[in-house]
């Protein structure tokens, strides 16, 4: 293979190859799962760019955010609450001491009256939410842990029984592990020695949790249900303030230097979203054609939060925002019938399947880039032969796809 043949993969195509390994069998699978989980300390938050139709990248829409990044940020809030001063050093000693606790005597939510009472209102519905959540295979083993232990911490059992995993690797930038460790703690804090203020700082960050992180972070990967998601967790966080007050100052505050998908261009990603009723849709396109929009249209949706509880996604869209179908040379004309008929028409179909595979969180170049820093500071240091060992690795993939006997037998023949 030429290196010009190699310099014609593209930026995606060498993300891919690293985040698409061979298929190992369970020996080599576990030794490799043992070796990264030595290498990889460090995970980079990405911004997200949006492939265009054609392949290439438009950098119109280099606004479109990871919304799990904005959740991470909301997670880093921690601080704002009394347990923040010395909580890491607390959950290395908690790591420390995992083999010394019964988890058989584990206390979730209704052990507590205060938090009994916090989550009442919304438990039942979380629960039933996270129960079909969790019978959907997830990427990741620490996200299937997160629904898990908010199921426990509610006072729910899982049909498999209760059981702890064992506490992981504690890192800035591992920020579900934060709230992994958050819950852990909480349950089994009459084993942990924790003080009264430590008590009430993990309690509240676990009914934020709870009640209102966790439902917004598995629904982070679908672009079209953004726009409703933020403007959802924006009224949330706000109505929070009578639960906490200083959580709900902080998150809100945070929230609103984020509303990216309630720009005049990216709301227009609502109108894909199965949730979204037909009649809201329909007045958002009415929108379209009568409201004007800013004539520099910011990236970002600035508004007044002490109005934000009448807000619709409706008072979000413009004239504007039609030029989403334009940036994007895709067909717009199903957008002059009703919403109820637009799965009948033609141009709907392409826009439609385009919002449904835009990755809008940072899940997979995460991982690539921790991998790809970690070689480069260690075996090489020369950007050129980084660039081509990542090429060759794309086309090593290309050709073992996995590691059977009868695929590496026929690429040589």
């Not at 959540?133 to 209760?162: C, S």
């Amino acid at each position: 293979m030429q290196r010009n043949q190699l310099s014609r993969l593209t930026k995606e195509d060498l993300i891919e190859s690293i985040m698409a390994p061979p298929e190992p069998g369970e020996g080599l699978l576990q030794a490799l799962t043992t070796k990264l989980n030595d290498l990889v300390k460090e995970v980079v938050d990405l911004k997200t760019a949006v492939i265009a139709p054609d392949g290439g990248i438009n950098k119109r829409f280099d606004e479109l955010q990871s919304q799990r990044w904005v959740n991470e940020s909301k997670v880093s809030l921690r601080r704002r609450t009394p347990y923040a001063r010395n909580s890491h050093g607390d959950f290395i000693c908690f790591k420390s001491s995992w083999q010394d606790i019964d988890k058989t005597t584990y206390e979730d939510s209704s052990t507590d009256d205060y938090t009994a009472k916090a989550v009442a209102e919304f438990k039942d519905e979380m629960v039933q939410m996270l129960e079909m959540a969790v019978k959907v295979k997830q990427p990741r083993d620490d996200y299937r842990e997160l629904l898990e232990l908010t199921i426990i911490f509610l006072g729910a059992v899982l049909p498999q029984g209760i059981h702890f995993a064992a506490p992981g690797a504690m890192h800035q930038a591992l920020w579900m592990a934060k709230v992994i460790y958050t819950f852990k703690v909480w349950m089994f804090r009459a084993q942990f020695n924790l003080t009264s203020r430590e008590h009430k700082g993990l309690r509240e960050l676990c009914i934020f949790f709870s009640c209102i992180y966790v439902e917004a972070w598995m629904t982070a990967s679908i672009a079209s249900k953004a726009p409703r998601n933020y403007l959802k967790l924006l009224k949330q966080c706000q109505m929070y303030q009578k639960i906490n007050t200083n959580i709900s100052r902080a998150t809100v505050k945070k929230m609103a230097g984020q509303l990216w998908y309630l720009s005049e261009q990216l709301v227009t990603l609502a109108l894909f979203d199965d949730d979204l009723d037909n009649n809201t849709k329909d007045k958002m396109v009415l929108a379209m054609k009568e409201r004007e929009g800013e004539k520099k249209p910011h990236k970002r949706a600035t508004v007044d939060i002490k109005l934000i509880k009448e807000k619709t996604l409706v008072d979000f869209t413009t004239r504007k925002s039609k030029t989403f179908f334009n940036n994007l040379h895709l067909p717009q004309d199903f957008l002059e019938y009703p919403a109820d008929q637009w799965k009948h028409q033609p141009s709907f179909s392409a826009p439609k399947s385009f919002v449904s595979t835009l990755a809008v969180t940072n899940d997979h170049a995460e991982h690539a880039i921790a991998l790809v820093e970690h070689f480069s500071g260690h075996l090489t240091k020369d950007e050129q032969q980084l660039q081509f060992v990542l090429s060759v690795v794309a086309e090593h993939r290309k050709k073992c796809p996995d590691a059977r006997k009868q695929t590496l037998l026929g690429n040589n023949e």
